[in-house]
């Protein structure tokens, strides 16, 4: 495939810009390396938002809790990937001479036209509040959409399912108890 332009970056229905495939993309396929400037936590934290209409709105792509990328300095396309809670690719993060690098995977068979997206699974250090989720709203509109680029508490997502199974073997066994009296 070489000398293909496997991708464009345009204007995106979901946010800003994205970046779509302009071929057909195999599950599997490395599609692009996420670039930009190496930076402690630290100094990202430090710096003013570039959209301050926007302050959450960020290029960073964290390696290893200490070291962020920034793509917004000394980046590339990867950068405009959108979010999405059902996406169709993923990040994988493989050392190369020492080195880490985040890479962008298809996680399936993408067609030519389609947006490309990955969970950005944002992590936030303490407690979420619902302020921290609408700051950080999702707009992908796919139906498991869970309405935050946040990565939730999985003990919320685990109790919650856990109360449903509760309920419904609740339901079953009084369904039971009612034909045995009848």
């Known amino acids: 495939m070489s ?4 991708f464009v970056v345009r204007n995106s229905p979901v946010h800003g810009k994205g970046v779509f495939a302009a071929t057909d993309i195999a599950k599997g396929e490395r599609i692009l390396e ?11 934290i430090d710096m003013e ?11 960073f792509f964290d390696i290893d809790g200490d070291t962020v ?4 300095d000394g980046g590339n396309a990867a950068r405009w990937i959108n979010h999405s809670c059902s996406p169709n690719c993923k990040t994988e993060q493989v050392e190369v001479r020492g080195k880490d690098h985040i890479y962008i995977l298809a996680k399936r068979n993408i ?3 389609a947006e490309l997206s990955y969970d950005y699974g944002l992590i936030l ?3 979420i ?8 709203r999702c707009l992908c509109g796919s139906k498991n959409c869970r309405g935050t680029m946040l ?32």
Not at 69 to 72: P, S
């Open 34 to 44: 996420y670039k930009g400037k190496r930076i402690s936590w630290e100094s990202a």
């Open 3 to 6: 000398g293909t332009r496997r």
């Open 125 to 127: 250090n303490g407690r």
């Open 111 to 113: 067609r030519a036209g």
């Open 151 to 182: 990565a939730l508490p999985k003990e919320k997502a685990a109790k919650k399912v856990a109360k449903k199974a509760v309920k419904k073997a609740v339901k079953k066994t009084a369904k039971k108890a009612a034909k045995k009296r009848a």
């Open 129 to 136: 509040t619902k302020a921290d989720i609408a700051a950080h």
């Open 49 to 59: 938002p570039t959209d301050p209409e926007n302050p959450n709105h960020t290029f």
């Open 69 to 72: 990328i920034d793509g917004g």
